[in-house]
């Protein structure tokens, strides 16, 4: 029931995944690492949650930070599909603030360079 | 030792799960702790038992645990904060296979947050919202002596299953 977090870089993009479970437990992992990867001067952050089988409010509180701390020169999406991320995240009004995206391919498209 | 009592270590996250053999109207779960990681293990055992009881789709699925891990998760961070965090609460779920209206308690002894703070506000304080989307019904309680969130979801059908289940496949 727990957390895994990836950063890959596609050029200067970085792409920060996360599978498993995001919740009050496990969002400070996926926030630790989001900071970390903004300070290495990425031109784009997507976060990638399509292997996240469960998101409760705590991640998506992590998703608001993480758009608020990203300067607005750099590019940023999160990446997720189902009823168990994107649904709850439509549903609180989050899909246009933090730019939500079904796939990977379709936030690559959008925000890399 | 109240600690953990009775939950499973496992992590159930497809629909193969073992159903509780008895009782299967009913979840109850006493004295939890209030943290995280229990908060996190009631809700797995709750996923499953909602696995096998009820014969819904994967959003009402979704979007029954979700509700319920705001509620417990409401009680794990915030019912206790003034007092280092050290607490219990209790959840119960009851299924009406009649009524078909799956009612979800979450119970504490703590105290009710009453807002954010302003710098909070963008980034917290989605729990109560995300519940009143989610179930047809949710009332809060809150008095000196605790505060009891309660979640009513209708048209939650039962399976069909016979008066003894061992296990789903």
Redesign the interface.
Known sequence: ??CVINEEWIGRTVVVSASG?V???TSPQLEASITTSLTKNPSAIIIDLSNV??????G???L??AR?QTASDIGFGVVAS???TS??LK??GLADIVGLYATLDEARAALCE | MTTDKGYSEL?M?TPNYSCPSADGDRFVASEVNAD??T???V??KFSSWLGCRADID??R???I??AV??AM?NA??FAYAHVGGIGKFDVEAVQDGHSRILTVTVSDQGRWRHSDSTEEK???G??I??MQ??AEDVTIDHSPLGTIVCLRFENVHSRSYGPVVQEVF
């Open positions: 029931m727990g479970v919740d009050m437990l089988e469960f998101l409760a409010s705590a998506m509180g992590v608001v930070a608020d189902g009823p168990a649904r709850p549903l609180v | 992590a996250t995280a990681i908060a996190s293990h809700r797995h994967a959003t699925f979704s979007d645990v979700l891990n705001e998760a794990a961070e963008r980034t917290r989605r729990g919202p995300l989307m989610l």
